[in-house]
């Protein structure tokens, strides 16, 4: 199958999140269009929607959770198909928040304004085991899907704690813009989603962020760029095509003096249809964790910074590693190797690599070794990565997944629960 | 066990009532007398225990259909196995019920024989629903449409001091050559209007 003539026309799913950012700024400011795209977005309200159209050929490549691709080349959703991880969509961006009632339980037991992480979920764990004493019934945490990075570093963050996930609290999902009503309709006690997410929880007075996932998990990833394996495949030239205008996307959004056009262009009704100053907070990580003085959230979201955009497998297999100690599926070699092979960062160098982006050297990295910013080897020019690695000390090395599965405390299946 | 067809329990989420109703009568119609419809957005598992369907449908544009795969996946109360009635095998099923917009799930280990005249109904009356809204769309804009020649004819007989049949000749004529739809042109003459004579 030979490519079609420019245009390349290539046809997108999108779910209306800030972190579509650096998808529709491609299309709406023009950089699909340098690189001879013509870009067709389709914004769509479910995962399942998105996962559905992009394995149908609907769509050539969805804005997609991390661990979706992953999931959907193990064959662990209905009707998944191979879809590989060319290019991540940027760093961080959400957050931990719970209810007035949680907060005030949390405070009492020494809960603090510092979002620290290790602080807060010991604090929630003191809620969790007075519950327990008094014969409540288990708090109920959402996330929004459950093959998600939200899901994933909830639990990590619970466990982290002592409190076992699966037995401790309830875990559900809730589509992000109803996070903030099912709190306030008491369906929920707390939460884990993107920005404006959090923030619309805290501006109706209905809810507190305690945390945020890049705090539990530094430079961790959030959404990526999934593409159907098939067309890559068969189009090449068009994939590295929109990887350039993406790159190219990645680097407006991340300079603070688009800020405010970015807000102007992604909040119109076309796209993410909220209110500007909603999503304010989210993009300059400027974020009042309860009601009250908004604070500057270091390192809450990049766009670009740090190889934002990088797909590293390390990334990837750290997704499946908790797959794995949750019981979603077993540790072989040959699951391994499906992981490793939807993870793509040989498509990422390959269409980057001419315009002379500093690329890392590396395709994995142990999870936790850098505890400062620290530039790393590249083939061409300067790359600041990091700090890295997850709020417990604890440091993931790619290539020993089952020590690092099997040395935790909790692990294993969830109960089922409603 | 043969259960009629009859007894099969089938459960529509979707939003917009107008389209649940049309598919809830259409079922009905067929024979199927146990349809439940939920329009409302919380608490679902609670409205789906109650149902205890056989196979739901869903808009695909609800928000709530990963909220519904998650409770698959987990939920004691709806303990038995479901699978996407579309399996990879019938692609040109689940193309026909996407393409409509609609998503099915499978309860109960329902027969797939069982189940596609529902599925067929489904996805005919959410087309049927399609055209009716398309057809709503066209002619409000056709309307639309004629109030502005209207309004622009209205504006050149004052301004040029012709007759309604020479102005709609005018626009006409304009439209043609600029290869442009003549309420385009009208809007244009209103547009311009509103600028010149300074009217908010």
Redesign the interface.
């Given at each position: 199958m030979g490519e079609p003539e420019k245009p390349f026309a290539i046809r997108a799913g999108f779910i209306p999140l800030l972190d579509a950012a650096i998808l529709i700024i491609a299309k709406i400011r023009g950089f699909a269009e340098e690189e001879g795209i013509e870009l067709t977005l389709i914004r769509?309200?479910?995962?399942?929607?998105i996962r559905?159209?992009l394995a149908?050929g609907?769509f050539d490549v969805a804005h997609m959770l991390a661990p979706m691709p992953i999931a959907a080349s193990l064959g662990l959703t209905?009707?998944g198909g191979s879809v590989i991880t060319p290019m991540c969509m940027g760093l961080g961006g959400n957050a931990v928040t719970v209810s007035n009632a949680v907060w005030h339980g949390m405070n009492m037991a020494g809960a603090d304004n510092s979002g620290d992480p290790m602080t807060m979920a010991v604090a929630l764990r003191s809620v969790v085991e007075s519950r327990k004493a008094s014969a409540k019934p288990p708090l109920t945490f959402a996330v929004?899907?459950?093959y998600s990075s939200h899901n994933y570093e909830l639990r990590y963050w619970l466990a982290a704690a002592g409190i076992d996930p699966r037995v401790d609290i309830g875990l559900?999902?809730?589509?992000p813009?109803?996070m903030a009503?099912?709190l306030a309709?008491g369906?929920i006690d707390g939460y884990c989603v993107g920005e404006p997410w959090n923030s619309a929880a805290v501006v109706a007075g209905v809810g507190h962020i305690v945390t945020t996932t890049t705090a539990i998990w530094r430079s961790s990833p959030e959404k990526v760029l999934g593409m159907r394996s098939d067309w890559a495949d068969q189009n090449p030239e068009a994939a590295a095509a929109l990887l350039r205008a993406m790159h190219r996307a990645s680097l407006w959004c991340d300079s603070p003096k688009n800020t405010q056009e970015m807000v102007e262009l992604l909040s119109t009704p076309s796209y993410l249809d909220v209110a500007q100053s909603t999503l304010m907070a989210g993009l300059t990580g400027r974020i009042a964790l309860g009601a009250g003085q908004p604070q500057l959230v270091p390192e809450f979201r990049s766009f670009a910074r740090r190889a934002a955009t990088f797909p590293w497998i390390s990334h990837g297999l750290w997704f499946f590693s908790q797959m794995v100690r949750w019981g979603q599926l077993e540790l072989t070699p040959a699951t391994l190797e499906t992981v490793r092979r939807c993870i793509r960062p040989d498509l990422y160098r390959k269409a980057l690599g001419p315009l002379g982006v500093a690329l890392p050297n590396a395709s994995s990295k142990v999870e936790g070794a850098l505890t400062m910013e620290t530039p790393v080897a590249t083939a061409n020019g300067r790359l600041f990565l990091g700090p890295d690695g997850f709020f417990d000390g604890l440091v993931f090395d790619p290539d020993r997944i089952e020590d690092y599965v099997a040395a935790f405390a909790i692990r294993g299946p969830?109960a089922?629960?409603? | 066990m043969a259960e009629r067809d009859s007894e099969t329990k089938i459960l529509v989420i979707d939003d917009n009532r107008i389209r649940a109703s049309i598919i809830e009568e259409g079922l009905r119609e067929a024979g199927y007398a146990h349809v439940t419809v939920i329009v409302e957005?919380?608490?679902l598992?609670r409205s789906i225990v109650e149902a205890d369907p056989d196979v739901v449908f869903i808009d695909?544009?609800?928000?709530?259909?990963?909220?519904?795969?998650?409770?698959f996946?987990?939920?004691?109360?709806i303990?038995r196995p479901v699978?996407?009635f579309?399996?990879?095998s019938d692609?040109a099923m689940?193309?026909a019920a996407?393409e409509a917009g609609v998503?099915a799930y499978i309860v109960n280990g329902l027969k797939k024989e069982r189940l596609k005249p529902i599925l067929d109904m489904a996805i005919s009356r959410f087309n049927a629903f399609s055209r009716m809204r398309d057809e709503l769309y066209r002619t409000r804009k056709a309307l639309d449409d004629r109030k502005l020649v209207d309004r622009a004819k209205g504006v050149l007989m004052k301004l040029k001091g012709i007759g309604e049949d020479e102005a709609y000749g005018l626009l006409r004529r304009t439209a043609m050559n600029e290869n442009r739809r003549i309420a385009e042109v009208a809007q244009s003459i209103l547009t311009a209007s509103t600028l010149l004579s300074g009217d908010k």
């Open positions: 769509e309200a479910s995962w399942a929607s559905d159209r149908l609907h209905p009707f929004v899907h459950p559900t999902v809730v589509p813009p109803y009503d099912a309709g369906h969830s089922i629960s409603d | 957005r919380l608490p598992v695909l544009e609800h928000p709530q259909r990963d909220v519904l795969e998650h409770m996946q987990v939920s004691r109360a303990s699978a996407m579309v399996d990879r692609k689940i193309e996407i998503s």
